[in-house]
């Protein structure tokens, strides 16, 4: 890509989030986790990593924000890397839901009784559960040192207001995990799990560095900026192939058909968006849809899918 396509590029993004902003009259921001709920609902972000590495944002980028479910990706990714594939899908399964995220309902009637998938809420907690480690903090260092290699920041945190809020109001979650505990499928102490689950969800971002992480997905883990193989090609693969299927929850068929790029989202407003071997795009618009996802984000992503021709289908 030249300077002329940057330029390009940079004035599409600003020009499409000007006239996507007010999409978000559409939607609000998550509530059941209290301090989500302080977000401003009208904030529109977005960066794009382009395959040589150069990042171009426009709106709101520069504003934090929680990974919340988008993290499912990286704990999956730490779990896959210590334990390989047979352990981790003998405990948690490769199949969308058509559920809610948070849904119980499958967990009992499906036999045995597994998560469908690791980006639903209950196999997220089992794939938590599968992060070894002597104390939490160990645990959640492992997903933490692979974040901040890959998005290049040493600073990256987690936000203490938010993992508190989450904490302390996660009854969904607690059931969710005192079932896989009686199903056998989480071991070992269930409130430290948790604990690891809300404070790897609650790690702080911007959609800089969710582009960043996009971009190194949509490269097969390779990362340009530093010129490693961050990820084998393998686990990126299944990441991916996880995003198309499950990333979207149970909005995930109508955004391959609408938009068309692997994607992941998470409640408190955040898209991360890989368009395999062109580039990685992060977004954050934290007015929700009915299903948990960005309601401007993803309105952002079908307008540049089409424009720029994105669909991987
Ligand atoms: O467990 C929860 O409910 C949140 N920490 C994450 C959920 C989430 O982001 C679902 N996203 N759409």
């Known amino acids: 890509m ?6 390009n590029i940079q004035q599409v993004l600003e020009q499409t989030v000007q006239e996507t902003v007010s999409e978000a009259e559409k939607g609000e921001v998550a509530s059941y986790i209290p301090e989500l709920a302080r977000q401003d609902k009208r904030r529109l972000g977005i960066s794009v990593c382009l395959k040589d ?9 520069h504003l934090p924000f929680t990974l ?52 639903i809420n209950a196999g997220a907690i089992a794939v938590a559960g599968m ?7 160990k645990r959640l260092e492992k997903i933490m040192r692979l974040l901040r290699k890959m998005t290049g920041n040493p600073e990256l945190r987690v936000n203490y207001d938010v993992y508190q809020s989450e904490k302390q109001t996660a009854d969904r979650n607690r059931a969710l995990a005192y079932f896989l505990k009686e199903s056998k499928i989480l071991s070992g102490d269930v409130e430290e799990t948790l604990d690891l689950y809300f404070r790897h969800c609650s790690i702080e ?41 499950c990333g979207m929850y149970n909005a995930s068929g109508e955004f391959a058909i609408d938009v068309g790029i692997p994607a992941k989202s998470g409640v408190a407003g955040g898209i991360m968006a890989s368009v395999p071997q062109r580039m990685g795009l992060g977004v954050f618009g934290p007015a929700l849809d009915e299903k948990g996802n960005s309601v401007a984000g993803v309105k952002l992503l079908q307008r540049l899918s089409d424009m720029w021709d994105l669909s991987i289908f």
């Open 53 to 61: 590495g150069t990042l171009l944002s426009a709106g709101d980028a």
């Open 68 to 119: 919340q479910s988008i993290s499912k990706i990286f704990s999956l990714m730490v779990a896959l890397c210590e334990h390989g594939e047979r352990y981790v899908f003998e405990r948690v399964g490769k199949e969308p839901t058509g559920d809610p995220f948070n849904s119980i309902i499958k967990l009992e009637t499906i036999k045995p009784h597994k998560p469908l998938n690791p980006m």
């Open 205 to 245: 971002v911007t959609t800089v560095e969710v582009a960043r992480l996009a971009a190194i997905l949509a490269a097969d883990g390779y990362d340009i900026v530093s010129g490693e193989q961050l990820l084998p090609r393998e686990v990126a693969r299944i990441c991916k192939t996880f995003m198309v299927t």
């Open 2 to 7: 030249d300077k002329m396509d940057h330029i």
């Open 131 to 137: 992060i070894p480690g002597a104390t939490v903090e």
